[in-house]
């Protein structure tokens, strides 16, 4: 089980972050994709109305890199209230000081810049996640490497409902990083993000892949083409590392021994990454004209949903019945 925060498209973060792994495991596993829609509304208090359509547009994204619906279930975090439930009774075994404790709720702070000006739901959202995972008994969750924390909190909370009930309810959740633990953004910032802008996104033409890549950040210490320069925390040989493929690595390290020589330029390299994200890309562009197509999508996400919920249904039942809670 993994999900996704619907606050716009997906990118290469994701795919490497997560998404790769998905497909890996699609035929080993139950595969359950959540979009979590009310949580967007942290980011996108002021304008909610978009985030049905990043929802809808989340969901065309992972159709396109494979993950079929006959594969895998997608479900939508709003029309299952039963998680909303499950979150508010683990908030009960939540300290206050544990859930700001929590380093990437931190990060985002001072990342977004929010000071003291967050709200409640944007603290409680590791209680969220760990209901959005549980409901349906997750066990192993791909993601990328900024969302460990949050797993740890979910970690915690299956223990504590697991000795309540004196037996295994929960699966103790498993964490799989991602082959690339956290793609650098175009930039050179140490986070891809959709609010940054250094996203190069799953749905992006060839033309816009191009653009991306000739104003991506290299080495700040090279002036001239003859410069020896540094392949070591550059975003352009991080990017060839992570998309090409094995046929590609001759040419990947001619590269990089040419450059740290100063003999090669920026452009030439960032032409071959250009042709070498097309390539990765040209299938998900294929797919994506299959599946776009709202009333398809609302399908794909109304079946999937219902099939969550009743298994949501199921596990609240098992909880409150842990709880004491039926009557």
Known sequence: MTGFTPTGKLHLGHFVGNLENLLKLKSEYDEFLLLADTHAITTLSKDPKVIRQHALGNILDMLSVGLSEDEVTYYIESEIPEIYELASLFSM??????????????????????????????????????????????????????????????????????????????PLIRTMI????????????????????????????EKEVEEKVMNMYTDPTRIHATDPGHVEGNPVFEYLDAFGKEGDRGKISEYKYAYTKGQVGDVEVKKYLVQIL????????????????????LAIAQKGTQRARGETQKTLQEVKEVLGLVY
């Not at 040209?282 to 999508?297: C, G, S």
């Open 278 to 297: 097309n390539n990765f890309m040209e299938p998900i562009r294929e797919r994506r004209k299959e599946y776009d197509n709202e009333e398809r999508l």
């Open 93 to 170: 075994y939540v300290s206050h000081n544990r859930a700001l404790r929590n380093p990437t709720i931190k990060d985002e702070i001072k990342m977004k810049g929010l000071g003291d000006q967050f709200s409640l739901g944007f603290i409680n959202y590791p209680m969220y996640q760990a209901a959005d995972i549980m409901c349906v008994k997750g066990e192993l969750v791909p993601v990328g490497k900024d969302q460990e924390a949050h797993l740890e909190q979910a970690r915690e909370i299956t223990e504590v409902l697991n000795k309540l009930a004196g037996r295994e309810i929960f």
């Open 178 to 205: 991602g082959r690339v633990g956290k793609l650098v953004g175009t930039d050179g910032n140490p986070k891809m993000s959709k609010s940054l802008g250094n996203t190069i996104y799953l749905s992006a033409t």
